[in-house]
């Protein structure tokens, strides 16, 4: 199964391509930041976001708490590991 899973933005890798880098319970993956950026949110306002990865991309920006409560939500169901497991070997 491939859920979303929380991660925060912690470096703009490439702005022109918009890449970053996202942390993900200490995975750090280079991600496409498209699906999350406009005019008042542009790329270099995006370190320290939250945001909902899936399949490489941030899909959407989420508040700290919610990404805490999936995380936990997540783990109480057995798939992060699953989850961080394939990210890892996907890198």
């Not at 470096?11 to 496409?32: C, F, Y």
């Not at 999936?70 to 996907?90: D, R, W």
Request: aromatic letters at 2%; charged letters at 30%.
């Amino acid at each position: 199964m491939c859920l979303g899973i929380p991660g925060q933005i912690i470096e703009i890798t490439n702005a022109d391509k918009l890449t970053a880098k996202v942390d993900v319970s200490g995975i750090k993956r280079e991600i496409n930041i498209a699906c999350i950026i406009d005019d008042e949110h542009p790329p270099e306002r995006c370190v320290g976001d939250w945001v909902l990865v899936h399949v490489g991309f941030a899909m959407s920006r989420i508040d700290e708490d919610e990404a805490e409560r999936t995380l936990k939500i997540l783990e109480e169901l057995g798939e992060v590991q699953e989850e961080l497991s394939a990210m890892q070997n996907s890198a």
